[in-house]
């Protein structure tokens, strides 16, 4: 059973960027679609984007201007950046793991991030 | 992109049946057999009920059922138990490799 966990700043000031890890235990990251998607307090999901394990992404057009995703294998960690926050980007984050056929089969707990001053 | 649209609440009583609509266009829902729901229920990560608009992953209950007519997807839950109560979300595949949510369904069992 793929267990993830996200982990980073809980509070972050805007303008400033938001940085997120996710770690990928009881199982391999490689040859696997990892994404990740946010979801504000009592409001939809929000798919950011997704990177392979050989470090190709895909955005959400929205928000491609700020994301930048990379992947660590050695560590079986993949990481969100996104810059330039705005109180707008205060979410819970979930990081997943998405097959090639669009579905997400398994996800992180979810981490809460603050975008404030 | 524009988020699927889904209706924001659905209800039954137990034993019930409820339908949750999902529309998008074309260019997602109506272009792609890959459309998947999700349920969440408060506090929780969302878990994996449906994908491929039809299939159901091992351990979901064959209650959960969906389908899929032209640009609207739909998620019926059959025989609704007091757990089945939380909030739903469909997503579709849309082009480009690109992937977009529904707005949320919350379902309530009366």
């Known amino acids: 059973q793929v267990q993830l966990q996200e982990s980073g700043p809980g509070l972050v000031k805007p303008s400033e960027t938001l940085s997120l890890t996710c770690t990928v235990s009881d199982g391999s990251i490689s040859s696997y679609y990892w994404s990740w998607i946010r979801q504000p307090a009592g409001k939809g999901l929000e798919w950011i984007g997704r990177i392979y394990s050989s470090g190709s992404t895909n955005y959400n057009p929205s928000l491609k201007s700020r994301v930048t995703m990379s992947v660590d294998t050695s560590k079986n960690q993949f990481l969100l950046k996104l810059t330039s926050v705005t109180t707008a980007d205060t979410a819970v984050y979930y990081c997943s793991r998405h097959r090639a056929n669009w579905m997400i089969d398994y996800w992180g707990q979810g981490t809460l991030v603050t975008v404030s001053s | 992109q524009s988020a699927l649209t889904q209706p924001p609440s659905a209800s039954g009583s137990p034993g019930q049946s409820v339908t949750i609509s999902c529309t998008g266009t074309s260019s997602d829902v109506g272009g792609y057999n890959y459309v998947s729901w999700y349920q969440q229920h408060p506090g929780k990560a969302p878990k994996l009920m449906i994908y491929?608009?039809?299939k159901r992953p091992s351990g979901v209950p064959d209650r959960f059922s969906g389908s899929k007519s032209g640009n609207t997807a739909s998620l019926t839950v059959s025989g609704l138990q007091a757990e089945d109560e939380a909030d739903y979300y469909c997503s579709s595949y849309a082009g480009s490799n690109n992937y977009v949510f529904g707005t949320g369904t919350t379902v309530t069992v009366l």
């Open positions: 491929e608009v039809t």
